[in-house]
């Protein structure tokens, strides 16, 4: 998803419904089996060969039961939810605020509080209210994401069956979402690439390889790859 949203910067609210759709059934599905996903970004969706999604790369996931927090400071920071960040203790719910950051991503061309900083990312994410009105929204999509990016949990949505009911989904045929029978905004050609070419030629193990990373890519990398290991030492 990430090759393709950055060809043409944004979807329409008709595209970015499609995804958002499969999208919320496959997190429904995590949750239902006590998974925290916490990593939700446009990078760890796949488009296959039909042009339906996969969610991948499992790495900071972790398994929560109902009523249970964890305190790990892990995630992508445009993504990351307001109580990581404070490390008070999350939930199935830190997902919801992703996906609704991704949502927001998809229909207006960058993540709520976007900035080259991390730490100017987070001070956003903590205290400013996201922007609307400049980027010209539905009614019923702005209602949707102030839901879901509500600051504090309480207030959020609270699973995803519940985004599901929300009226910007009322023409979701969700048994048609589930069998694959919608009709993908984008179906990638048997031959298409998907990867943008300055990453085909990198080696597998990008750290130990000596071989840099694209400049624009190289911070998220390796804060990334940062937050793994601290998520798996947490757990030791």
Known sequence: MFFHLGKVQKFSEEQARFYFAELLEGMEYIH???IVYRDIKPENILIDIDGHIKIADFGLSKILPK???SYSFCGSPEYMCPEILKGKGHDQR????CVG????????GFPPHFNKDHDEIYKGIINNPVEYRE????PELESLLKG??????????????EVKTH???AGVNWTKVVNRELNPPIVPGPNECNIDEEFLNLPLDFEDSGVPLPTERRQS??????????MKQSQL
Request: glycine share 0%.
């Open 32 to 34: 239902s089996l006590d």
């Open 67 to 69: 009523k249970q927090r």
């Open 94 to 97: 830190a997902d919801i605020y």
């Open 101 to 108: 950051a991704l949502l927001y991503e998809l229909v207006v």
């Open 135 to 138: 980027h010209q929204l539905t």
């Open 148 to 161: 879901m990016l509500q600051k504090n949990p309480s207030q959020r949505f609270q699973t995803i069956s």
């Open 167 to 169: 009226p910007w989904l």
């Open 221 to 230: 990398f390796f804060y990334d790859s940062m937050m793994t290991k601290t």
